[in-house]
């Protein structure tokens, strides 16, 4: 469905989109919905999506076969009273950076509330959306009141980004929702944008899109809705509820078009909705496009033939979501849609129904999320963990327990954090830890000394290995167990086979004993075990491993691998040094028995450079993978280097007079002359807060630290040539107040004499102290009292930097004792370039700029440019506060910039640069034509264009120079005051906006399209409906006319069909019928004794086109016979009268239930050799047309007698009569006569001789 273009408001800095949508608009125009581009091009290009959506479509088959056999036995509810499901949602508001919430493209939350509850309402068929032929679903929706992490929200979330704004959806989807999605498991995504198109493809006009229940958990998961669409009223929001039904696997009504063998598996895959060729675009009238509903015979098709028991073809359901037609007129999902819904839900969407986005949030509820450290492997690292709040108070106080293995210790934690914060929390800086594998455990109790309401989110647990370094040199050789457990840790994650003491002989350089993976017993292929020792390279220049190897394939087997793998930074990544499987790895040939080394020749000694990891304690693993080939042996591992003292680090590393957020680190030089390297952070943050190099003296003070937070700062000596030497650490943590200052300033909007300062509230807050000052002139601080977490400052200076510092008021009337950090910023210059720049208009040819006053602006200077272009055009200046662009071209893409011209003609910088598109050309209205003409009056038509905003209308009479001018704002309109029996023409012309009287969008007029007013006298005729049945053609006497469906009555009377008296004429009718179900008859009158009135003998074709007919396609159906024209039938004009109808026994002045009428005027002519050739009469006029004076020149058979030529208008009446003699020229005056079509008669004793037509012109 084609949108009218978007109204141009805002801050546009791109164009406007749009996707799948509805519109409320005289005639709708359908246009391709992108969730058909995402699922078609899934199913062309990705085979398995392909193969997933065939087999959830078996799936759903299979359920509703199910349900609908349960419901046969009467063992299942048809209707209401099913399980009613709830799914969450978060909607995502992508609004552009500049804007606020409430303003341009960032909707305030209200409406999102009303898109949800119109959502709710169709969904559960209730208030507006309750016809009776509607169906409750009983699926529900809520705004998710818990997010992905535990923590309260309210559904909605706002994302300031322009390319997300005015999404380009091939381009930008996937970042879009990958950036700012939530679980797409657990959670139904909305993301609302101001605009959405297709660029690539020239389109710009799309509602909404969401690829179906197929894509479910993936990043691309979710709706996508315009936010003039979303909570914009009660029809607007049917775009939201057929996106949703989108995302529970429904297709458009007329997915698939006609295609209808079996409705389980064609068209939209619901039985209970006939079959659509198109998408309905005409108001809310029902039209049938697909005659194909009752080809499906099986049962489940409602629509199956009436004598098996269906109810056989029926017209489109324009009503159902699903379509595309005028929103109004949709109000229903079906029995068939909500089954096929509450399927895709549970069976392919299961995981949303498992969600607790709306769960209850408690007010004191804190838990553990994570453990830092100690983490898989443990370097005598301090014991963190992340405290989260997941309440919705402030949490001053907890209690935290953690234990090492079944030893348990407490932490009491207190700080300030708020609702859905989290921080880590340092809660043992030298903690014991055992030698091997072991499991750390930490759990809250007592949030400020309160029962935690939520203790399934309380504890953390963490299985965790930690080794003592060794020192080198090093050598294992596993002959003592006790020795190889102290110094080694197995993992063994399959519980299975693993790596194990075992004894050896054979050769005495490898002793009694070695470790052993026996692949040959061990069931888990691809299984890896490893075997872990810690080595310090302190102080080591170089180092080196050896180990001895031992392995022999298993006859033409798989051979197992092993790897050598080194880790420096306490396993949180490992380099491979060594990777060998097979001939490569084997120390011995083939065997055909578990293997076990004999003597030294089975052995192999393997050596790896470990220099690359001197200076760095490290760990070595071994890792062996199993692929069920043969045992593997490992002995004397040795660890050897060259040591060598590179640098020594400082010493005794301290923190003192540590306050709220300033602390002093200590220390002593290990080295005269030495400088040092110090970086500081919270205890579990990533990255540093701060980094100072080249540091000389033993103390710094730092700053700007958080209140009641635990930091961690590292020292090392940095020598001479990059060698430093490794760091010593200390933690320490600053002072705690439970009335904290604002930790972050912010300043949200800066002007020249004002400023507002915004900082993150706290819950504690009473209000907020602001101090202010000039750089220049800290000492003349100023202060003021706020009751928000925003500040405005007023009265400032022009182009003055001001710094800013904050206290909290806190409740009961005390003050954080220190300030916030402050934040400086600098006001606005005397002369500044206008802000709040935007295109509100645009035409194909031009575009309206505006924008916001500038106090000292007394002129603006506008210039704009197409997109990509690298020069800006000449500029214009203007004093008024907007500019219409001239000279545009359509469909195109430009920019606009403007800056302000100050007194003393000094120039602001130009402002930022809007982007903006011109709309489509004006395209001249076509397809023109006439209905429902009277003798006074006519209805004017013609095919609506999608960018017009009006019609500028005129006609006149054929052959007159003045023109009658109306305007209409649909594709139609009535004109009256005609004259009977007249011939008029008309041209329409589209009008596509104004944005100035120079700058005026509309198209050439169309050309003329001719039509007559009804002549008086005959009675009128006509089928009350003709949608069944309608004239389609009608050939006769070499003439040929199309008319198509007229709506029951039309008459064409502007070309002259000419029938010879005594010939017998050839007929053909041509019926128009979307489906044959009736007999037709059809009955031709001729008015012979031009009486005006259609007597019975003047009826001259009478037959029927019966239903049964042997064959029958879609093309219309024909009927031939003939008449013959009485040989005395009166020379001269008279009218033809055809009736199409489904009853045989209608008069020439009925009207009936239906079928169509057509009138036409033919001429009875001279003909079938009633004249002797050499006794021809001859009548000639010139000029014809003619305007003044018309010339006649008449030849008669018999000069001796006189003849009178009689001069008829098309109602018959005699204008003008003259006596004429044969050859005689005669002059005669018709400057007094109506424009229009005249006959002239020529009689003799009062015998028609000869009949010619003249048509009078203005």
């Known amino acids: 469905m084609k949108l009218p273009p978007l109204p141009l408001r805002g801050r546009f800095y791109l164009f406007f989109f749009f996707l799948c949508f509805f519109v409320q608009y005289s005639y709708i125009q359908s246009q391709s919905c992108a969730t058909d581009i995402l699922h078609q091009q899934q199913l062309q290009t990705n085979s398995e999506y392909a193969a997933r959506f065939e087999a959830q479509n078996e799936l759903i088959a299979g359920e509703v076969e199910k349900l609908e056999s349960k419901r046969a036995q009467g063992q299942e509810k048809s209707g209401l009273n099913q399980t009613v499901y709830t799914i969450p949602i978060v909607v995502h508001i992508m609004h552009h950076p500049d804007s606020i919430v409430g303003k341009l493209t960032n909707p305030p939350d209200n409406r999102v509330y009303e898109a949800i509850e119109r959502l709710n309402e169709g969904f559960r068929n209730t208030t507006v959306y309750d016809p009776t032929s509607g169906t409750d679903v009983e699926i529900e929706f809520c705004l998710a009141t818990k997010s992905p992490y535990g923590t309260y929200t309210s559904g909605i979330t706002r994302y300031g980004s322009a390319a997300f704004t005015y999404l380009d959806f091939p381009v930008n989807d996937s970042t879009m929702k990958y950036i700012t999605g939530w679980d797409r498991y657990h959670y139904m995504n909305i993301w609302i944008t101001y605009a959405i198109a297709d660029v690539q493809n020239n389109i710009y006009s799309y509602a909404g899109y969401t690829p179906p229940a197929g894509w479910h958990g993936t990043n691309r998961d979710g709706v996508v809705v315009r936010q003039d669409y979303f909570g914009t009223g009660i029809d607007n929001d049917k775009v939201l509820i057929h996106e949703v039904g989108h995302y529970l696997n429904l297709f458009h009504t007329f997915n698939g078009g006609c295609n209808n063998l079996d409705c389980r598996y064609t068209g939209d895959y619901v039985c209970d909705t006939p079959p659509d060729a198109l998408s309905n675009g005409t108001f809310c009238n029902p039209i049938n496009s697909c005659t194909t509903d009752d080809d499906d015979l099986n049962s489940r098709n409602p629509f199956r033939p009436t004598g098996l028991g269906g109810i056989g073809d029926q017209p489109d359901m324009i009503e159902n979501y699903m379509d595309y037609g005028n929103k109004f007129c949709q109000t229903v999902f079906t029995q068939g849609q909500k089954d096929r819904m509450r399927i895709s839900l549970t069976a392919i969407r299961g995981s949303i129904l498992e969600s607790e986005g709306c769960n209850t949030i408690y007010n004191k509820d804190v838990g553990i999320t994570s453990i830092v450290s100690p983490g898989n492997f443990s370097c005598n690292s301090p014991a963190v963990v992340t405290l989260k709040n997941f309440g919705n108070t402030v949490v001053n106080s907890a209690q935290i327990n953690y234990l090492v293995n079944s030893a348990m210790y407490v932490y009491n934690w207190a700080g300030t954090l708020q609702p859905g914060k989290d921080v880590d929390v340092l809660i043992d800086a030298e903690i014991a830890l055992p030698n091997g594998s072991f499991t750390f455990t930490a759990y809250t109790a007592l949030p400020d000394m309160w029962s935690d309401q939520n203790p399934a989110n309380d504890s953390a647990q963490r299985a965790c290995n930690h080794i003592s370094p060794l020192q080198l040199p090093y050598t294992e050789n596993f002959e003592n167990a006790a020795t190889t457990a102290a110094q080694w840790i197995t993992l063994n994650y399959d519980g299975a086979t693993t790596w194990q003491q075992t004894t050896v002989g054979g050769c005495p350089a490898n002793g009694s004993k070695a470790m052993r993976m026996d692949n040959r017993n061990y069931g888990a292929l691809g299984q890896q075990d490893y075997l872990y020792t810690a080595i310090d390279l302190f102080n080591y220049a170089t180092a080196s491993l050896t180990f001895d190897v031992s392995y022999a394939l298993y006859s033409t087997g798989p051979s197992d691998r092993l790897r ?187 002007d020249k004499y004002s400023a507002i300062i915004g900082w993150e509230a706290n819950s504690n807050a009473a209000g907020y102290l602001v101090y202010y000052a000039p750089v220049s002139s800290p000492a003349s601080e100023t202060s003021l009292v706020t009751y928000t977490n925003q500040a405005e400052i007023l009265d400032l200076n022009l182009n003055v930097s001001y710094t800013v510092r904050v206290k909290t008021i806190c409740t009961g009337g005390t003050t954080s004792p220190i300030f916030s950090p402050s934040i400086t910023f600098t006001t606005a210059a005397s002369c500044m370039p206008p802000n709040g720049v935007v295109v509100t208009n645009a035409t194909p040819g031009c575009a309206k700029v505006v924008w916001d006053v500038e106090d000292d602006a007394v002129s603006y200077r506008v210039e704009h440019r197409p997109y990509g272009s690298s020069s800006w055009g000449s500029g214009t200046f203007v004093s008024s506060l907007f500019y219409n662009i001239p000279g545009l071209a359509p469909a195109s893409l430009y920019e606009v910039r403007v800056r302000s011209t100050c007194a003393g003609s000094v120039n602001s910088d130009f402002g930022y640069t809007v982007l903006f598109q011109t709309t489509p050309p004006c395209i001249m209205p076509a397809q023109l034509n006439v209905i429902s003409e009277t003798d006074t009056s006519a209805i004017l038509t013609w095919d609506a264009q999608s960018q017009a905003e009006s019609y500028n209308v005129r006609y006149r009479p054929l052959g007159s120079s003045i023109w009658t001018e109306v305007a209409s704002n649909g594709n139609s309109v009535w004109v009256g005051g005609l004259s009977a029996c007249t011939n008029y023409e008309f041209q329409v012309q589209s009008f596509c906006g104004s944005l100035s009287p120079t700058c005026v969008a509309q198209s050439d007029y169309s050309e003329p399209y001719s039509f007559s007013a009804y002549c008086l006298g005959y009675c009128p005729s006509a089928g009350s409906n003709a949608n069944a049945l309608w004239i389609d053609e009608i050939a006769l006497a070499g003439f040929t006319h199309s008319t198509g469906n007229n709506g029951g009555y039309n008459n064409y009377n502007l070309e002259i069909i000419e029938l010879g008296q005594g010939l017998k004429i050839p007929l053909a009718l041509t019926e128009g019928t979307p489906r044959k179900l009736t007999d037709t008859y059809w009955k031709v009158w001729i008015d012979y004794d031009q009486n005006l009135s259609f007597d019975p003998a003047e009826l001259v074709f009478s037959a029927d086109n019966p239903a049964e007919a042997p064959v029958y396609s879609a093309n219309p159906l024909t009927i031939e016979g003939n008449f013959k024209v009485p040989e005395t039938a009166p020379l001269g004009i008279t009218r033809m009268r055809i009736s199409a109808s489904t009853d045989g026994n209608i008069l020439p002045c009925d009207v009936f239930t239906t079928g169509e009428v057509e009138d036409y005027t033919v001429e009875i002519t001279v003909g079938g050799g009633k004249q002797e050739p050499g006794n021809a009469a001859l009548l000639q006029c010139y000029p014809n047309p003619a305007k003044d004076l018309v010339q006649f020149i008449a030849l008669l058979p018999n000069n001796n007698e006189p003849a009178q030529l009689f001069l008829y208008n098309m109602l018959g009446q005699v204008c003008q009569t003259v006596t004429v003699t044969g050859g005689q020229n005669i002059a005669l005056n018709v400057s007094a006569l109506q424009p229009g079509v005249y006959w002239c008669q020529l009689q003799q004793n009062s015998n028609t001789l000869a009949a010619v037509k003249l048509v009078l012109v203005n």
Do not use: M
């Open 564 to 750: 050598v793998v080194v880790s420096a930074d306490c396993g949180e990544s490992f380099t491979t040094l060594y990777n060998k499987q097979g001939s490569d790895l084997a120390s011995a040939t083939a065997v055909s028995a578990a293997w076990a080394p004999a003597n030294c020749t089975h052995w192999k000694t393997e050596t790896i450079n470990l220099s690359a990891f001197a200076g760095n304690e490290i760990i070595i693993g071994f890792v062996n993978k199993c692929l069920n080939g043969n045992r593997l042996y490992l002995d004397n591992v040795n660890v050897t280097g060259t040591e060598e003292v590179l640098c020594f680090p400082p010493a005794g590393l301290s923190a003192g007079a540590i306050s709220y957020t300033t602390a002093t680190l200590s220390w002593s030089a290990t080295e005269p002359g030495a400088v040092f390297n110090l970086k500081y952070r919270p205890v579990g943050a990533e990255t540093w807060s701060n980094e100072i190099y080249y540091s000389s003296g033993t103390s710094k003070t730092i700053d700007q630290l958080a209140v009641g937070t635990t930091y961690e700062a590292w020292l090392q000596n940095a020598c001479p040539d990059g060698n430093n030497s490794t760091y010593i650490t200390t933690t320490f943590t600053t002072s705690y107040t439970s009335c904290p200052p604002p930790l972050e300033l912010t300043a949200l909007e800066v």
